[in-house]
């Protein structure tokens, strides 16, 4: 009974050391500048834009958060969403190529919000929401390269994009794809992916459906280690038997 028992418990912590791998790296790949939701249509008008910021330094917090528009392919109309404790400083910038729209042809666009007066402690997160009129329908995606700055002087800068077939960047720019407009979708549709505020007036952002792609890859490998254990702790039982009525 007691190698049964010895077995048991040796698939168990196994398991649960396997488990315990896999949390932490989501716990690493959490702590990214993210812009959420992942994805819009193309040209989709009249949304909302949420940049997740956790904090990573335990001895420092958060006081300055700059997030950098592209003006290559502008998103215009955009008007940034008051945040208790933080000031907001939009900068535009005239374009190169001006924007034919139904009402005219749009010459300036937003191409850089500073955030400054907060604090965000270690172990937390911030979310600071951005409005837009329109988002551009001639690119397939938007890199919003974002710097954060602590408390302590130290700044990082998010700004790696991403290389198709390599590994994430260690400090990847949050990333918007923007993806073809699905047939008879209404212009700020989102793909099924919304983002809205919480009763509470927090500001924390609640998705309306599913997590991203790295959650949803981590849960399946949180399966499947836990079929495997099980797997393994029923093996383990299995020979411990057949080793004791061999020796009767």
Not at 196 to 209: P, Q
Not at 229 to 240: P, T
């Amino acid at each position: 009974m007691s190698t049964t028992h010895t077995a048991l418990r040796r698939a168990a912590a196994v398991t649960a050391l396997t488990a315990a791998g896999l949390f932490a790296a989501a716990g690493v790949a959490s702590a990214h500048v993210t812009v959420h939701p992942e994805s819009y249509a193309k040209g989709a008008t009249d949304g909302l834009l949420t940049f997740r910021v956790p904090n990573e330094e335990d001895g420092a917090a958060t006081t300055k958060v700059q997030v950098f528009l592209p003006t290559d392919h502008p998103v215009l109309g955009v008007l940034v969403s008051p945040r208790d404790g933080w000031t907001a400083k939009v900068t535009t910038t005239k374009l190169k190529k001006p924007v034919k729209t139904d009402d005219g042809a749009i010459t300036d666009a937003v191409s850089q919000i500073t955030w400054t007066g907060g604090k965000t402690t270690a172990g937390h997160f911030e979310d600071f929401d951005v409005a837009f009129g329109q988002l551009p329908d001639d690119t397939d995606g938007l890199t919003f390269k974002t710097l954060q700055t602590y408390s302590d002087g130290k700044t990082v800068r998010w700004i790696e994009e991403p290389t198709p077939g390599e590994d994430e960047p260690e400090n990847p720019a949050p990333t918007l794809k923007l993806t073809a407009k699905a047939a008879g979708a209404g212009a700020g549709d989102a793909e099924g992916k919304s983002s809205s505020k919480d009763t509470a007036g927090t500001g924390a952002t609640v998705k309306a459906s599913g997590s991203d792609s790295t959650a949803r890859g981590l849960g399946v490998a949180g399966l499947v280690v836990g079929v495997l254990g099980l797997g393994a702790a029923a093996f383990a039982l299995l020979r411990a038997r057949s080793a004791n009525s061999s020796a009767v």
